[in-house]
C-alpha cells in the first residue's frame, strides 16, 4: 500500500481537492445516472426533472443514494490507495468484487487516516459496510455501467480502426456521463450552448438589419478575438509522428478562449465588453455567453485530459488514449461548442472587416 500521504498529497495537486472529495464526486456521477436523478445547477421551475418515472427526488436520493456513493467513493479510495494511482485511474470492474463481494469486509479495515475517513466514525464505516441492500444497490450501479458501456463500444472484435480499448476507469466513466447526460434529458451543457447561439443570432440579426453599429472599439476587439478563434489548436504538444489537430487539442483549446476573452476585456481600452461593462452591449453579450458558458462547459474534462495526457505513457498510440479518454458524449459536446465558435468567428469578421465576405 502507498504511503497515505504522498498519494493524498499527489490525488490533490491533480484535482485540487482531497482524494475522498473527488471520489464522492466521481461516484457521485455514475450514482446520478443509474438513477436518473437530475442535479443540474438550473433545474428549472419545478426542480429536479426525473429522467424516469422511478427517478427519486431530492429527499430520497439523499437518504437512499447518497450512502451508496459513500460506498463506491470508499471502496474507490480503497483499491486507488492499494494500487497506488489516482482516485479517477481506478478500474470500474475491479469495484464490483469490493462493494459486493470479496473484498468487501476487507474495506473498513486498516488505516484510513486520509481524506477518505474524515468525518466518519469507525462505527460509522462499518454501518456504511455492513447494509447489504446498499452493497447490492452499489453493485448494480456499476453493473449497469459496465453493460451501457459495453452497449457503446460495440462488439467485442470492434477495434475501431485497429485501437483495443482500454480498461474502463472510473473517471473515463464519469467524464462521459456528465457529457451525455440523464436519459431523456438533455445534457447540461446544451442549454449553455443554446443561450450562447440565441445571444449570437440576436447579434448577427441586428447587424445584418442594420439595428446596430459597431465602433471602432468593437471592429478591434472583433479583430483580435476573430484570430484567436481561427487559430489550429496546438497545445499539448504531439509526438513527431502524429499529425494534429487531435480532440485533446481541441478540448484544451476552450478553456485558451475562455481565458483570452478574460485577458482582452481586463484591458482599459476592451472594458466594455468584460462583466463590468455595458450589460446591453450585444457584442460583449454574445461573446461572454459563447467564451464563459458554452466554452466553458468544457473547463472540467479539459483539466481533467491535461492531467491524463502528461502521464500518456511514451510507448501507448495516440488513438487508443484518446479511445479511452475521449468517449464518444465528450466528443459531440466538442464538436457542439466548436460549431458556435466557428459562426462567432464569422460574425466576429464581419464586424472587424466589413466587406470581407463579398
Known amino acids: 500500500m502507498a504511503d497515505g500521504q504522498d498519494w493524498e498529497d499527489r490525488n490533490r495537486a491533480a484535482y485540487g481537492t482531497v482524494a475522498w472529495r473527488r471520489a464522492v464526486l466521481t461516484c457521485g456521477a455514475l450514482v446520478v445516472w443509474h438513477t436518473g436523478y437530475d442535479n443540474r445547477t438550473e433545474p428549472g421551475p419545478a426542480g429536479p426533472r426525473p429522467g424516469r418515472p422511478d427517478a427519486p427526488d431530492g429527499a430520497q436520493f439523499t437518504s437512499r443514494w447518497m450512502p451508496v456513493v459513500a460506498l463506491l467513493a470508499l471502496a474507490a479510495c480503497r483499491v486507488a490507495r492499494e494500487a497506488d494511482v489516482l482516485v479517477d485511474d481506478v478500474e470500474l470492474s475491479g469495484l464490483v468484487g469490493w462493494v459486493d463481494g470479496g473484498y468487501t469486509g476487507r474495506l473498513h479495515q486498516g488505516p484510513l487516516e486520509t481524506g477518505e475517513r474524515r468525518g466518519r466514525t469507525a462505527e460509522g464505516w462499518l454501518d456504511l459496510v455492513g447494509d447489504e441492500k446498499r452493497r447490492r444497490r452499489a453493485r448494480q450501479v ?50 449553455d450552448v443554446a443561450r450562447a447561439r440565441a445571444r449570437l443570432e440576436r447579434l448577427s440579426a ?120 475521449l468517449p464518444p458524449p465528450v466528443r459531440e459536446q466538442v464538436l457542439a461548442v466548436e460549431e458556435l465558435t466557428h459562426e462567432l468567428a464569422t460574425v466576429l469578421l464581419a464586424i472587424a472587416n466589413p466587406g470581407a465576405e463579398q
Do not use: C, Y
Not at 294 to 304: Q, R
Open 142 to 191: 456499476l453493473e449497469d455501467h459496465l453493460g451501457a458501456h459495453g452497449a457503446e463500444e460495440g462488439e467485442p472484435a470492434d477495434t475501431r480502426g485497429g485501437t483495443e480499448p482500454l480498461p474502463l476507469t472510473i473517471g473515463d466513466r464519469a467524464r462521459a456521463v456528465r457529457a451525455a447526460g440523464i436519459a431523456d434529458l438533455e445534457p447540461e451543457w446544451a442549454g
Open 206 to 325: 441586428d447587424l445584418s438589419g442594420g439595428l446596430w453599429s459597431p465602433g471602432p472599439r468593437h471592429r478591434a476587439f472583433a479583430g483580435i478575438l476573430h484570430g484567436t478563434l481561427v487559430a489550429t489548436p496546438d497545445f499539448p504538444s504531439l509526438p513527431a509522428s502524429v499529425p494534429g489537430p487531435l480532440w485533446v487539442q481541441r478540448v484544451l483549446r476552450m478553456p485558451h478562449i475562455t481565458s483570452t476573452v478574460r485577458t482582452l476585456t481586463d484591458l482599459p481600452e476592451f472594458a466594455m465588453f468584460g462583466p463590468q461593462g455595458d450589460t446591453a452591449d450585444p457584442l460583449g453579450n454574445a461573446v461572454d455567453a459563447v467564451a464563459h458558458q458554452a466554452a466553458h462547459s468544457l473547463a472540467k474534462p479539459a483539466a481533467d485530459l491535461e492531467q491524463l495526457w502528461a502521464a500518456r505513457p511514451a510507448d501507448q498510440s495516440v488513438a487508443r488514449w484518446e479511445r479511452a479518454h
